[in-house]
């Protein structure tokens, strides 16, 4: 989801590589006791793993979960993309607290068309529509 949520916005986000959510995530998973990790809490689960993605970038440090001392996020150079993807995230957090819902994250796509009622009219071999 967090690799889905990143390809959609695209952008700046398109820098965090595959490698750098997992490692991510995989601190979160293994900080959590197994019972936290259920279908009934996929999204805490889902939630809380952006925001400790979030706290890695307010830190300016995701540590490789088989070289600890090695800093994933020096991979991004520029300090400015660190910035937008620290603030990008606050931003979806903070609008998540105060909603409570995954639409903040996956907000409806397509078109809205507005309701409009119509009259339908059905002859033998052709159909009418008129707008009333």
């Known amino acids: 989801?967090?690799?889905?949520?990143?390809?959609?916005?695209?952008?700046?986000?398109?820098?965090?590589?595959?490698?750098?959510?997992?490692?991510?995530?995989?601190?979160?998973?293994?900080?959590?006791?197994?019972?936290y990790w259920n279908n009934r809490n996929i999204e805490t689960c889902f939630v809380d793993c952006l925001r400790n993605l979030h706290v890695g970038f307010k830190k300016r440090f995701i540590s490789d979960i088989f070289y600890p001392q090695f800093n994933m996020l020096k991979r991004i150079e520029s300090e400015k993309i660190k910035e937008e993807v620290y603030t990008w995230l606050a931003k979806l957090l903070?609008?998540?607290?105060?909603?409570?819902?995954?639409?903040?994250?996956?907000?409806?796509?397509?078109?809205?068309?507005?309701?409009?009622?119509?009259?339908?009219?059905i002859a033998r071999g052709s159909t009418e529509i008129k707008d009333l």
């Open 94 to 121: 903070t609008k998540y607290d105060k909603e409570n819902s995954l639409d903040v994250f996956f907000p409806a796509t397509g078109i809205v068309v507005k309701e409009k009622p119509i009259a339908v009219k």
């Open 1 to 35: 989801l967090i690799k889905y949520l990143r390809d959609s916005k695209g952008g700046t986000v398109l820098k965090l590589w595959s490698h750098l959510l997992k490692t991510s995530v995989m601190h979160h998973v293994l900080r959590q006791d197994m019972t």
